[in-house]
């Protein structure tokens, strides 16, 4: 069993930065999909990014040329660079990697 633990995230200004990591111990898998999800209040948990075991990555239209996903094989940890936040980014922000993290909030505020 994979053991995720989120962390980086925190409240921003609209149109700062924020990353976040996703530390990963136990038994990770070694292929398949990781991704980055979202859930705001009152919303289902959606996607926002993903990459695969070969490279591949996908984003949501709403998060595409401000988000980055990327990984580090050596630290097993899976990273998401979020760059000009809106509010509408607000959510409890989930690493999936074989399983669940906890979660960690991002609040986009002025």
């Known amino acids: 069993q994979v053991q995720l633990v989120e962390s980086g995230g925190g409240l921003v200004q609209p149109g700062g930065s924020l990353r976040l990591s996703c530390a990963a111990s136990?038994?990770?898998?070694?292929?398949?999909?990781m991704g980055w999800y979202r859930q705001a209040p009152g919303n289902q948990r959606e996607l926002v990014a993903s990459?695969?075991?070969?490279?591949?990555?996908h984003y949501a239209d709403s998060v595409k040329g401000r988000f980055t996903i990327s990984r580090d094989n050596a630290k097993n940890t899976l990273y998401l660079e979020m760059n000009s936040l809106k509010p509408e980014d607000t959510a409890v922000y989930y690493c999936?990697?074989?399983?669940w993290g906890q979660g960690t909030q991002v609040t986009v505020s002025s």
């Open positions: 136990g038994s990770i898998p070694s292929i398949g999909f």
């Open positions: 999936y990697w074989g399983g």
């Open positions: 990459v695969t075991s070969a490279g591949s990555t």
